[in-house]
C-alpha cells in the first residue's frame, strides 16, 4: 500500500510542479517584485502534494542579512527550507542542480550559485560569487552537510559557508529540520508523508570567532535540536 501511496504522491506532485512551475516563471519575468512573495507559496503547495505538513518554530530575525544553515536530510528540504525564510534569499546549490528542467531556470532566477565541490577551484570562485550576492542584499542559503544524511545523523559541516560568513562579516542563522528523513531518506524511494518541523535559532554571532569555533558552535545547535 504505501509503495502505491508514494507513485500517487509522486504523480501528483511531478504534475503540480510541470503545470504550475512555467505559470509561475512566467509572472516572475513579467513581474520580478513578486518574486518571493509567490515562491514561498509554491514551496509550501509542493510540500502538501507531497502529502505533507509543516509546523515552523521561532522568528526570523528582521533587518539583518544572514548566511543560512540547515541540515540535509531529504531533497524536500529544497520546499522545506524556504517556508520559513523572510526577505531576499539566494542560496549555495550543487552544480548537478542546475540540469533539472524548470528546476534550473528556477534556481537562476534566485541567483543561486552552482559549485562543483570537485572542483576546488570552481567551488573557490563560487563562494566569492555568494560573497557578491549576500552583500547586495541577500541571505545565502547553504547546507553545509554538502550532502544528505544516509543514516538521520548529522554529516561533516564543510567550511566554505563559515568562510563566506566570516568573510563578509555576516552572522549564521541555523536552520533546524525534523521529520524530513522519516518522509524521504537518500537510500529509500517511497514516501511517508508526516509532520516536518521547522525551528528556527538564534543567530551565531561571528564577530572574533575562528572558522572552527563556527563550525563547533553550528555543530551543536544541530545535534542538540535534530
Given at each position: 500500500?504505501?509503495?502505491?501511496i508514494?507513485?500517487?504522491?509522486y504523480i501528483?506532485s511531478?504534475l ?16 520580478p ?17 507531497f502529502?505533507?505538513k509543516i509546523?515552523?518554530q521561532?522568528?526570523?530575525?528582521p ?7 540547515a541540515n ?45 565541490r570537485?572542483n576546488k ?7 566569492n560569487q ?7 542584499g ?32 555576516a552572522n ?38 575562528t572558522i572552527?569555533?563556527?563550525?563547533h ?10
Amino acid at each position: 500500500m504505501n509503495k502505491i501511496i508514494s507513485i500517487f504522491l509522486y504523480i501528483r506532485s511531478c504534475l503540480t510542479f510541470v503545470l504550475i512551475g512555467p505559470i509561475l516563471l512566467l509572472v516572475l519575468f513579467v513581474y520580478p517584485a513578486a518574486t518571493y512573495s509567490l515562491i514561498r507559496p509554491f514551496c509550501k503547495l509542493m510540500i502538501y502534494m507531497f502529502g505533507c505538513k509543516i509546523n515552523i518554530q521561532g522568528k526570523f530575525p528582521p533587518n539583518q542579512h544572514f548566511v543560512i544553515m540547515a541540515n540535509h536530510s531529504s531533497f524536500l528540504d529544497v520546499f522545506a527550507v524556504p517556508c520559513a525564510l523572510k526577505g531576499k534569499y539566494s542560496a549555495i546549490a550543487a552544480a548537478k542542480n542546475f540540469k533539472i528542467p524548470i528546476f534550473s531556470i528556477f534556481l537562476k532566477k534566485l541567483k543561486t550559485i552552482s559549485i562543483d565541490r570537485s572542483n576546488k577551484h570552481q567551488a573557490i570562485g563560487g563562494i566569492n560569487q555568494a560573497e557578491k550576492v549576500l552583500q547586495s542584499g541577500y541571505h545565502i542559503v547553504i547546507l553545509p552537510e554538502g550532502t544528505r544524511t544516509t543514516n538521520g545523523k548529522l554529516g561533516k559541516l564543510k567550511k566554505g559557508g563559515f568562510h563566506l560568513a566570516k568573510n563578509t562579516s555576516a552572522n549564521i542563522l541555523p536552520i533546524i529540520t525534523r521529520g524530513l528523513f522519516n518522509i524521504k531518506p537518500k537510500n529509500r524511494w517511497t514516501l511517508k508523508p508526516g509532520l516536518i518541523s521547522i525551528n528556527i535559532g538564534e543567530p551565531i554571532y561571528t564577530q572574533g570567532k575562528t572558522i572552527d569555533d563556527l563550525i563547533h558552535e553550528t555543530e551543536n545547535i544541530f545535534l542538540n535540536n535534530i
